[in-house]
């Protein structure tokens, strides 16, 4: 054989080669199909982006970014608006949007790891690993400077924690003129250097509620992040970034923005006399590598796609691309109600959903507001985005704004219906 016939066999070979290999690899960040094959209607996936796009053309939100992904490909995918009004930078597929609550679901995972691992239990006291939250007092009434307090009947925990059945809160899970929303005023837990100096401040504070007996939105989530600290030995970030975020190849999620990236954040805008304009409270991160409290409750930054290989990655059953987070029957039992045997098992009254561990579920179709499917679970973040992961229809829905007040217009309506109302098959 002649050596240049040789050397064009052994190039073809490997072009050949080359162009499978391309061709079998996993698409990034999941493959992607036709809503047709993947059982939607393409017309109505049309009605809900116009019905999206109305919104921004109108004023009334800046941009947005939708992703649907079934049976593990992504059928619809598109971004509207501006992420940068005043810059007239659009809206793009990989904009850097700031999550806030829905780091929860991250953190909860994170502490289900260790739950695997034997390196905590459920029914821990949170006392165990964090000492200055030992010997808990409830508020019951009185002033802020004369609170009328008493010993709660029982430790707080992490099952606690993470169903928001701690008896901690938010400010705003309280009426504003409670002694206690001032007390935590006062105390200024989220000037804290770190996540040790937060629990010391937070140790100030009383429980709004006997532990274990009510659910109230709160701090919960933040205290779980200091637990993953103490038990890990490592910061929340590095532990989110070796033990979730490099294996499941999310690439820009994190507590903070570097600085070649910021050309990709979102700005948080919210409406002043029917104008969009930047929120200044919402666009702040006091967090760096090197300052700041890490809130797993409400601190990172992330992107539709690695979003998506998160979410995805629980529909699976703990596992994405052969990388195996949790286990099958973690994922079950987070995605369980942990709080039927409440007085009110719906959190923030909401009658169609019970809460798992980190995560709403969808218990009673018949009391939801919107279309939906029993077992479905996820959460929101406060600049109006919103996670929902729907087993029955094998199913991931995820809408990132970038807006405040969160929901305004009840535009998750909007969402829920269109993207339900499109499926065919």
Known sequence: MRPFFHFGIVIASLLLSAALSAQTAP??????????????????????????????????????????ARDGKIADWRT???????????????????????????TSTAVLILLEEGRLKLDDPVEKYLPALKGRKVFTGGTADA???VDAERPVTIRDLLTHTSGYYYDGSLPANS????????????????????VARVALLPLHEQPGTRFRYGISTDLLG??????????????????IFAPLGM?????????????????????????????????????????????????????????????????????????RILGRKTVELMTASHIAHLADPHPNGVRAQGFGLGV?????????????????????????TKIHIDPKERMVLLLLCAHVPFNEDDIFSRFFNGCYSALND
């Not at 810059?87 to 780091?103: G, N, R, T």
């Not at 005023?185 to 804290?192: N, P």
């Not at 700041?292 to 059953?317: E, H, I, K």
């Not at 218990?363 to 109006?384: Q, Y």
Request: glycine content about 10%; proline content about 5%.
């Open 27 to 68: 698409s990034w960040p999941l493959p992607e199909t036709t809503p047709a094959v993947a059982g939607f209607s393409s017309e109505r996936l049309d009605l809900l982006h116009q019905n999206f796009r109305q919104a921004v053309d109108e004023g009334k939100y800046s941009g947005y970014i939708i992703l649907l």
């Open 80 to 106: 509207y608006g501006w992420q940068d009004l005043a810059a007239k930078a659009p809206m793009q597929k990989d904009s850097i949007v700031k999550m806030f609550s829905m780091s929860k679901l991250i």
């Open 147 to 149: 609170p009328t307090l």
């Open 179 to 198: 002694p206690v929303v001032e007390l935590c005023g006062r105390a200024k837990i989220w000037d804290a250097a770190n996540l040790d100096e937060f």
């Open 226 to 243: 200091a637990v993953i600290e103490k038990i890990s030995g490592q910061r929340l970030d590095v532990f989110f970034q070796q033990r």
């Open 251 to 323: 690439r820009d999620s994190g507590f903070w923005v570097p600085a070649e990236k910021r050309t990709r954040l979102a700005t948080i805008y919210h409406r002043e006399a029917g104008i969009l304009v930047p929120n200044a409270h919402t666009n702040q991160n006091r967090v760096g590598p090197d300052h700041g409290v890490l809130s797993g409750g409400g601190g990172l930054y992330s992107t539709a796609a690695d979003y998506v290989r998160f979410a995805q990655m629980l529909l699976n059953g703990g596992q994405l691309d052969g990388v």
């Open 360 to 384: 709403r579920v969808i218990t009673d179709l018949g009391e939801s507001p919107t279309l939906d499917s029993v077992g479905g679970f996820g959460w929101d973040g406060a600049a109006t």
